[in-house]
């Protein structure tokens, strides 16, 4: 998925929680659903409070895991009625994005929600926000400093590459000279190199599992059929792939059926909808996919909600929500993925 990073471990402020037992509970009041779609919860039982205006500014959706950021949060800011929306546009140029944040902050909107579309560039404007008296959620892709937000929510890219790399490594456990091959993303992005750095410290608990090439796409259908089509040339056999995505995904396996090929397992990223639904038909290569959830758009609604609201999170002793706040990289395989299904973009 397009140029969204995270931090793993890197904490500001006095708490950090692994959103797995977040995920819907942004107040201080009880949910007991468990199901991971954020936008099957009953946000309704949560009894309204100070009404908040929430001004939520994300990236252009040019990819089904941004555009489901942006679905996730307008249904979740629905289910409150204590909860107005103010969203912009969406744009990848960071100056018009820097300008659709001024307006909100003009606005005097409560709270902001802020998935910057270049985190380094847009801190600027977080801090300006911070600054005037609004808090600002930044989501996923993280400002340069913790003074331009007041909780840092998002994906764990290291944990996906890790969680990939154990899944494969199991699997592949009992087999001698086994041989892994990966497909990443865009090279010049951090999360692509924390992605491929936890798929090899996980493989480095499987001796017998070599990682024997890699080929870096670009997120997008076309490239991963190319890159796909030319690691298939190069590798006349191999046993597992993984793929950090699952739109570039779409185009791997149509360069792995029009190949021919099925002597191996493939995992995939991010949780898309596709994804799921081979899984769960197993009738090919994909296996499992690791997740990182467009849901976190949802909680940072919740979160911002709950800063409004001067509320703290459901199930922690502390008055004030955390400063951040991990996501988990769940594997999804086909024992689970119909508990995962509501919650696939497209």
């Known amino acids: 998925m397009p140029e969204h990073t995270s931090r793993r471990g890197l904490l500001f402020g006095t708490a950090a929680v692994s959103a797995g037992a977040f995920l819907t509970a942004c107040t201080s009041n009880e949910n007991n659903d468990k199901s991971p779609a954020a936008d099957s919860k009953p946000a309704a039982d949560d009894k309204p409070g100070k009404h908040v205006t929430i001004g939520f500014a994300g990236p252009q959706a040019d990819h089904g895991w941004l555009n489901a950021i942006n679905e996730n949060a307008k249904s979740r800011a629905k ?14 140029d960071t100056a018009q994005q820097i300008g659709q944040i001024e307006t909100l902050i003009n606005k005097k909107v409560d709270v902001l929600v802020i998935l ?10 977080g801090l300006k926000a911070m600054r005037s008296g609004i808090p600002v959620v930044n989501l996923d892709r993280i400002f340069n400093t913790a003074q331009a937000y007041r909780c840092w929510i998002g994906g764990d890219n290291y944990g996906m590459g890790l969680n990939a790399g154990h899944y ?3 699997k592949l456990k009992g087999k001698k000279n086994a041989k892994v091959i990966e497909l990443a993303g865009v090279d010049s992005l951090e999360l692509t190199k924390q992605r491929t750095q936890g798929f090899d410290d996980a493989l480095k608990n499987y001796p017998n599992i070599e990682k024997v090439a ?3 796409a670009e997120f997008t259908v076309e490239s991963g059929q190319a890159k ?5 040339q190069a590798q006349s056999k ?10 570039q995904g779409v185009g791997a396996l149509r360069a792995i ?4 090929r099925d002597e191996f397992l493939m995992v995939g990223g991010a949780g898309a909808l596709s994804a799921f639904q081979a899984i ?11 997740l990182y959830p467009p849901t976190m758009a949802a909680s940072a609604i919740d979160l911002a909600r709950a800063l409004g609201q001067s509320k703290g999170v459901s199930g922690l002793a502390e008055y004030e929500i955390p400063a951040s706040i991990t996501l988990y990289s769940a594997v999804v395989d086909k024992d689970n993925v119909d508990q995962y299904m509501p919650t696939g973009f497209r």
Do not use: C
Not at 228 to 232: E, I, N, R, T, V
Not at 257 to 260: H, M, N, S, T
């Open 228 to 232: 796909m089509a030319q690691l298939l």
């Open 257 to 260: 059926e029009q190949a021919g």
């Open 238 to 247: 191999f046993d597992a792939l993984w793929n950090h995505d699952d739109d």
């Open 79 to 92: 289910k409150y009625s204590d909860v107005t929306l103010e969203t912009t546009e969406g744009s990848n």
């Open 168 to 170: 494969i490594g199991e």
């Open 116 to 125: 910057p579309a270049d985190g380094k560039a847009l801190t600027q404007v």
């Open 280 to 290: 769960k038909q197993d009738k090919g290569v994909l296996k499992a996919t690791v």
């Open 214 to 216: 890699r080929q870096a």
